[in-house]
């Protein structure tokens, strides 16, 4: 199975931007829908988005539409979250995480759905 490190948190002012990345090791990337979640503090984790094992049929959280773009390259094992127009809000810690599907292109928005974690990344928001 593939393992995942996550890279690019940070902090931001409010209205600023950042880019998340998940490195995946292993030759079998292309076997799993991939999403990204996050845990505030004294919250639980809660998806932000996901992205099918093809690359089709991204799917974003509501509080997420519209501001951040997940996207694939299966040739470099990577996933990133490119997050724009950041709120406070948007603090937490970020965690990839990959669902090994059959489907080409079915995403899930469960976390028990999913079989392999990143270790997380902060990414903090100021106002």
């Known amino acids: 199975q593939v393992q995942l490190v996550e890279s690019g948190g940070g902090l931001v002012q409010a209205g600023g931007s950042l880019r998340l990345s998940c490195a995946a090791s292993?030759?079998?990337?292309?076997?799993?829908?991939m999403g990204w979640f996050r845990q505030a503090p004294g919250r639980e984790r809660e998806f932000v988005a996901a992205?099918?094992?093809?690359?089709?049929?991204?799917y974003y959280a509501d509080s997420v539409k519209g501001r951040f773009t997940i996207s694939r390259d299966n040739a470099k094992n990577t996933v990133v979250l490119q997050m724009n127009s950041l709120k406070p809000e948007d603090t937490a810690v970020y965690y990839c995480?990959?669902?090994?599907?059959?489907?080409?292109?079915?995403?899930?928005?469960?976390?028990?759905?999913?079989?392999?974690w990143g270790q997380g990344t902060q990414v903090t928001v100021s106002s």
């Open positions: 995480a990959a669902d090994r599907t059959i489907s080409a292109i079915t995403v899930r928005t469960a976390a028990n759905s999913y079989d392999v």
């Open positions: 992205i099918s094992r093809s690359g089709g049929k991204p």
């Open positions: 292993g030759s079998t990337f292309s076997s799993y829908a």
